[in-house]
């Protein structure tokens, strides 16, 4: 309480800087969204329950990367996995690392990794930096994005050329860690665009870990990641995404879960492009793009380090295996629109070919021979091996995908119905569809009503993954299917804003790990109907004209079904704080509660404060202090959480 006080003691003198702020009805008539359609329209109009956080809400809450802004949403819980890499669960469902029912959207162009269906395998550290707002809609949508989009969308609108000419965020850590982002646009002759690069180096937490034998380390490891990115637009209807990852994270911690000195490690590249043209002919209006998305992995497995203390007294030496995968996805699209019977019409068909086209592995053992019998390993010297060792083989899935959108307006009322038809040569297919309904009511209020039926298609890894003594892979994996009912109110006065979401979910042949001995799992699809339900509640308050009290609150009330980890989920968390804006600074004192996991895994709270000074229309100052009051808490496996870590950093935007 007492930092709680000094710091509202030295930031009352930048208070006498204050001015008038927008009222959260005007905003919502105001903002305009894409995901929800895949056309621009306004939020208010839009039937699906849909948030869209805008640059100065992201910039109050000192959010560098999506991870940093889903800990502040009620809908959603950010863990961390035994290997270090940052996952997310959503809406009652955990998730694995791979976070695979949530997708992730850059200007609408997919970033999703085929072999594990992830937009976060690609990249771990999706930056903001570039990021006009961020609209998340809730909810299943396969059937207008294609499979895996089960619980939520987020695409990043990023900047466009109108709205700078120059960015730059540079920020350290007392972890360690770094972010520098520059972004510049150009216009020249009929086209215009946006080029945009960010670099980031994380080295925290720094805490200690112990692994299920004894043996620890601290948890700090070295991850770096550098992202590219170009969007262009032309005059003449031509359009051109480029996305480009080079990430490499080295684990504090191996696959088989224990300690490592260093040899665990993951290099990711990936490029993901979407060419297009946009034209017009009669009443309708046509959209055709094509792209081309590449994928490479390197990982390298210690799964017995020779400092550990219980396998040198098993090995003579480390058992070690490096793995290689190239993956490409060539991508075409057609959809048509136009107005019809008072509506909006959308057509459209989608190709994809995801190719896993090569695979390699060395090690100085051979994977075929590992098995929980440790005395049937055969060991050999640091070599390329056979194709017949690898852990994935060479495997192509297309999938073919017609679908339909109408919108429309009747007065007060407005309804969105989507249906998509998913075809795989190797998965099978599913009809997914949804329909969601909205009745706008007096002084502010709507009515939302969403209900529909998503779908996952199993990723490579679960169905052929090989060699893996711990888990294997099922080829026999059908895809996982959910449906769900999803009511919601929403209020937008002068000087309140408040909503209320309840979801219900059913999930069959949901995917997930079934243990087969007590060391060895397998991958399957539940026997039975896996039923969840739960609500997230928002209100925001303005104290005054420049302060702000906002309250978010999820709650999961019950799941049965079935008894997995990727099920494990808080049954509450609240998010709450104290925002100020004003022309001259910002400030936000919040903090992020979460209850109980398991009997291992406590409940916490965390306290963040994020500050911000604008000297001037271009050049501002920020000071983020997280985990406040250094608050120790972890995750499954005992994996620790963030230490208390100040950030500073300075930024200009002309």
């Known amino acids: ?133 961020v609209e998340i809609v809730y909810g299943p949508l396969t059937s207008l994005y294609g499979f895996n989009s089960v619980l939520a969308v987020i695409n990043l609108v990023t900047y ?51 692994d299920f034998l004894g043996a620890s380390r601290s948890y700090s490891s070295y991850r770096k990641h550098g992202t590219f990115y170009l969007k262009l637009n032309g005059k003449s209807g031509f359009f051109l995404k480029l996305y480009v990852v080079d990430r490499d994270d080295t684990f504090p911690v191996t696959i088989s879960q224990l300690v490592s000195n260093g040899n665990s490690f993951a290099k990711r590249k990936a490029l993901i492009s979407q060419l297009g043209y946009k034209w017009s002919a009669g009443s309708w209006n046509y959209t055709a793009s094509l792209g081309l998305d590449w994928f490479y992995l390197k990982r390298a497995y210690n799964l017995c380090p020779f400092n550990h203390p219980y396998c040198s007294t098993l090995f003579t030496q480390e058992l070690l295996a490096t793995e290689k995968r190239y993956t490409k996805e060539p991508k075409l699209d057609f959809s048509a629109s136009r107005d019809l019977f008072g509506g909006k019409l959308l057509l459209g068909v989608s190709f994809k070919e995801a190719h896993l086209y090569k695979t390699e592995i060395a090690a100085n053992f051979l994977p075929s021979t590992l098995t929980c019998q440790l005395s049937q390993l055969q060991t050999t010297y640091y070599h390329d091996l056979p194709s017949s060792e690898t852990l994935l083989p060479e495997r192509l899935r297309s999938t073919f995908s017609p679908y339909l959108q109408f919108y429309r307006e009747f007065g ?31 002084n502010g209020v709507s009515v939302k009503l969403n209900v529909g039926r998503a779908a996952r298609v199993p990723s490579f890894e679960e169905m052929y993954i090989r060699n893996n003594p711990i888990l294997y892979g099922n080829p026999h ?23 209320l979401l309840y979801y219900r979910s059913w999930f069959e042949d949901f995917i997930y790990k079934r243990k087969i001995t007590p060391l060895t ?71 992020t509660a979460y209850s109980r996991l398991t009997s291992d895994v406590p409940g916490f709270a965390v306290w963040d404060f994020n500050f911000r000074h604008y000297f001037n229309t271009k050049f501002s100052f920020s000071l983020t202090l997280k985990n406040l009051f250094n608050k120790k808490y972890w995750f499954l496996n005992g994996v620790p959480g963030e230490e208390r870590t100040l950030w500073l950093g300075l930024h200009y935007l002309y």
């Open 1 to 133: 309480m007492r930092a709680l006080l000094f710091l509202l003691a030295f930031l009352f003198p930048f208070l006498a800087y204050a001015q008038g702020v927008y009222s959260y009805y005007m905003l919502n008539k105001e903002l305009q969204v894409i995901a929800a359609t895949k056309e621009r329209m306004y939020l208010y109009q839009v039937p699906r329950y849909t948030v869209v956080i805008t640059r100065q809400q992201i910039d109050a809450l000192g959010a560098r990367n999506l991870f940093d802004l889903l800990e502040k949403l009620p809908e959603f819980y950010v863990w961390r996995s035994f290997f270090g890499l940052k996952a997310v669960g959503a809406m009652g469902v955990k998730q694995s690392y791979y976070s695979e029912k949530v997708q992730v959207l850059i200007d609408g162009m997919p970033i999703l990794d085929p072999s594990n269906g992830s937009s976060f395998s690609t990249n771990d550290n999706i930056s903001l930096d570039n990021v006009k707002q």
């Open 160 to 210: 466009s050329p109108s709205d700078l000419k120059v960015n730059i965020d540079s920020s350290i850590s007392t972890g360690g860690d770094n972010d520098f982002n520059f972004t510049r646009s150009f216009v020249k002759g009929g086209l215009s665009g946006i080029i945009s690069f960010n670099y980031r180096e994380d080295r925290s937490p720094h805490r200690s870990y112990t």
């Open 412 to 442: 007060e009322y407005s309804a969105l119905f989507n249906v998509r038809w998913d075809r795989t040569n190797d998965a099978g297919d599913t009809v997914s569809s949804s329909l969601s309904l909205m009745k706008e009511l007096e």
């Open 477 to 499: 994996l059908k895809i996982e299917k959910e449906n769900s009912v999803m009511p919601s109110v929403e209020f937008n006065g002068e000087r309140v804003s408040a909503s």
């Open 521 to 591: 799992y397998r991958w399957e699809n539940s026997d039975s109907t896996v039923r969840l339900q739960g609500l997230s509640a928002r209100l925001k308050y303005r104290l005054s004209d420049y302060y702000e009290l906002y309250v978010n609150y999820g709650h999961r009330f019950s799941v049965h079904g079935l008894d997995s980890e990727y099920l494990f989920y808080p049954k509450r968390k609240l998010v709450c704080g104290l925002r100020y804006e004003s022309k001259k600074n910002l400030f936000d004192l919040s903090t």
